[in-house]
């Protein structure tokens, strides 16, 4: 890999590239609230369980099949992509984590970092463009590895979740670290699962965790937007 494209991913997967994911905690503020997650030990389990049956595994092979559309250049299958990116979104505010995000991003990136990838998602499709696809596009037309761009993605998903939990429960930083270590193997499975996988693959079971996003919908007291 090039080390100006590694530089550029570490910009995107940077804490402080204005997507506002810090704002979101995919309804780990319910389920803290509801007694679900107390501690580290609940809560590396929990994340696990996203990335490798939820969000996590729709988002990797979304991106995945992003990046190969880009990458061909092939202009209907990254239409049809962004559109199935966009319909499979369990709740109304998992759908606003990763559109929010994904608009941001966009934004950003066209001034910034330059696709053609990116241009025709902002020309031809009206709809929402998700998270995973917006990384996905630039990152293939700045030529970064597809592993290598999944790996990044799913380290800074998990970061910002654990993140959200650090300040939540709360944890202390340690334990946040740990948390981040015990699932390194668990992005890794997923990267290799995604690489692996086709559009025919999608799907999720993660419900109570969906249970949690609508739950905080309603929430009385909110720190996080989903």
Request: charged share 20%; proline share 3%; aromatic share 8%.
């Amino acid at each position: 890999m090039n080390m100006k494209g590694l530089y550029e991913l570490m910009s995107w997967m940077s804490p402080s590239y204005p997507v506002g994911a810090y704002t979101y905690s995919h309804g780990i503020e319910y389920a803290v609230e509801a007694g679900l997650i107390q501690n580290v030990g609940d809560l590396i389990p929990w994340i696990s369980d996203i990335v490798e049956y939820g969000s996590g595994r729709m988002d990797s092979i979304i991106l995945c099949e992003t990046y190969r559309a880009a990458t061909l250049q092939n202009e209907t299958q990254l239409l049809e992509t962004a559109e199935i990116g966009f319909a499979c979104r369990a709740t109304r505010e998992l759908d606003l984590e990763t559109s929010a995000q994904g608009r941001a991003f966009m934004t950003i990136t066209k001034e910034v970092f330059p696709s053609k990838s990116l241009q025709i998602l902002h020309e031809k499709w009206s709809g929402p463009i998700v998270y995973p696809v917006a990384v996905a596009a630039a990152a293939a037309d700045r030529d970064i590895g597809l592993e290598t761009t999944l790996t990044a993605y799913l380290h800074g998903f998990v970061s910002n979740l654990v993140s959200a939990a650090v300040r939540i429960i709360p944890l202390g930083q340690t334990d946040g670290q740990r948390a981040i270590a015990a699932l390194e193997s668990v992005c890794a499975n997923q990267v290799q699962a995604a690489l692996s996988s086709t559009l025919d693959d999608l799907g999720s079971a993660t419900l109570l965790v969906d249970w949690c996003s609508c739950k905080h919908e309603t929430q009385y007291t909110r720190l996080f937007r989903s």
